[in-house]
C-alpha cells in the first residue's frame, strides 16, 4: 500500500531567496494558532520582506529551515543571541505536518546551538491564551516567567529639534556604538546589541535614539519604523532594545522618543516592556502609554533572566 513521504531533512540555513516559502509558513501556522485559539477569521499577513532580511541576517547561522521529501519548506526556526541572551523567534511548523515531533527537534536544536555559543539566557515568547503552547515549551524545559507587555502610545506632531540619532554620527559612529555597549555592558554584563544596532542602521529599517547628560549617554533606544506586514504603510516606531542607565533617564528618552516619532512622521510607539521591571511599566503607563498586547516570556531552567538591578534594560524577542 503507497504511503506518502513524511521524511524532513534540515535544518538548513535558509537565504534570501527563502522569504517567501517563509512567508507561506508563518502565515499558515500563525493563522492556524489564532484559529485554534478562538479567535476566528484573522488572518496573519505576510512580513516585510526586510523585517525577514533582518531576522534572518540577525539569526545568522541559529536561522534554521527544514524541508520536506518535496523540497519544500515545513518548519523553521530564527535562533537569535546578543552576547550572553539567546532567544528563540519566530518558529513555526506548516499546520500539515504538526504533531510529528519536529517542534520539539526544532527548539531542542535551537537550545543546543545557543548553548553552544556561549549564551547564559536562552527562552522564547509565546501567547499567554496559548495553553498548548505553554505546556510543549515546559516539557522541554522552559519554565513560564514574567510577561512581555507591548504599550502603545498615540504621538502628535510637534516642532522642534529632533533628538541625537546614531545614524547622525558620521565618523563618531564607531565611537557612539562603542559607548551603547558600554552601558549596557555596566547595567547587563555580557549582553550586547551592538549586532542588531549596526543592522538596522545598514538596512535603513529604523535608527537608534541616544539620550545623554553633557557628553555621557544615560540612555538609548534602537527602534525600527519600516512596516512590519507586507504592504502596509509605515505607522509607527517599534523599539527593540531599550537601556537607561536610571529611571529618569528612561523618562527622559520616552520624550526623545516621541521627538523621533514625530520626525519620522509616524502617529505611534510602541514599547515591549518585561513585567519584571515594574517602576518602568508604571511610569508608561503614568505617561499615558496603552496596553495594547501580552507575550508570555518562557525561560530554560537554570538558563535565567538577570533583570538589573541599577537601571532598565528591555530587550524585544520578537522581531
Request: aromatic share 6%; with cysteine; hydrophobic share 40%.
Amino acid at each position: 500500500m503507497w504511503r506518502p513521504d513524511r521524511s524532513v531533512r534540515g535544518p538548513d540555513r535558509p537565504s534570501l531567496r527563502d522569504i517567501d516559502p517563509l512567508n507561506r509558513v508563518f502565515t499558515d501556522a500563525f493563522t492556524d494558532r489564532y484559529s485554534r485559539d478562538g479567535l476566528v477569521g484573522v488572518r496573519v499577513p505576510h512580513l516585510n520582506t526586510l523585517v525577514w532580511r533582518y531576522a534572518l541576517e540577525d539569526a545568522g547561522d541559529g536561522a534554521m529551515i527544514w524541508r520536506d521529501a518535496d523540497g519544500q519548506m515545513v518548519a523553521f526556526n530564527m535562533v537569535h543571541r546578543s552576547g550572553v541572551e539567546g532567544w528563540m523567534g519566530p518558529l513555526a511548523v506548516r499546520p500539515d505536518r504538526q504533531g510529528e515531533g519536529l517542534g520539539s527537534t526544532m527548539v531542542r536544536l535551537g537550545i543546543d546551538w545557543l548553548k553552544a555559543q556561549g549564551a547564559r539566557t536562552i527562552g522564547l515568547e509565546t501567547m499567554p491564551r496559548t495553553v498548548e503552547n505553554i505546556g510543549f515549551y515546559s516539557r522541554l524545559g522552559l519554565v513560564p516567567g514574567p510577561l512581555t507587555v507591548t504599550l502603545v502610545h498615540d504621538v502628535a506632531r510637534r516642532v522642534g529639534a529632533p533628538p541625537e540619532l546614531l545614524s547622525a554620527s558620521g565618523h563618531q559612529l564607531s565611537h557612539r556604538l562603542d559607548e551603547c555597549r558600554r552601558v549596557t555592558a555596566e547595567l547587563a554584563p555580557g549582553v550586547d546589541f551592538s549586532r542588531e544596532i549596526t543592522l538596522t542602521r545598514d538596512l535603513g529599517i529604523g535608527d537608534t535614539t541616544l539620550v545623554r547628560d553633557g557628553g555621557e549617554l544615560l540612555a538609548f533606544a534602537l527602534w525600527h519604523s519600516t512596516p512590519l506586514a507586507a504592504g502596509r504603510a509605515k505607522d509607527e516606531v517599534r523599539v527593540l532594545k531599550l537601556v537607561a542607565r536610571s529611571l529618569p533617564a528612561f523618562e527622559r528618552l520616552l520624550d526623545a522618543l516621541h521627538g523621533t516619532a514625530a520626525a519620522e512622521r509616524v502617529g505611534r510607539i510602541a514599547i515591549r516592556c518585561q513585567t519584571e521591571y515594574a517602576e518602568a511599566y508604571l511610569r508608561l503607563v503614568e505617561a499615558g502609554y496603552r496596553v495594547h498586547w501580552t507575550d508570555l516570556r518562557m525561560i530554560l531552567r537554570e538558563f535565567p533572566q538577570h533583570p538589573s538591578s541599577k537601571g532598565v534594560v528591555l530587550s524585544n524577542w520578537e522581531i
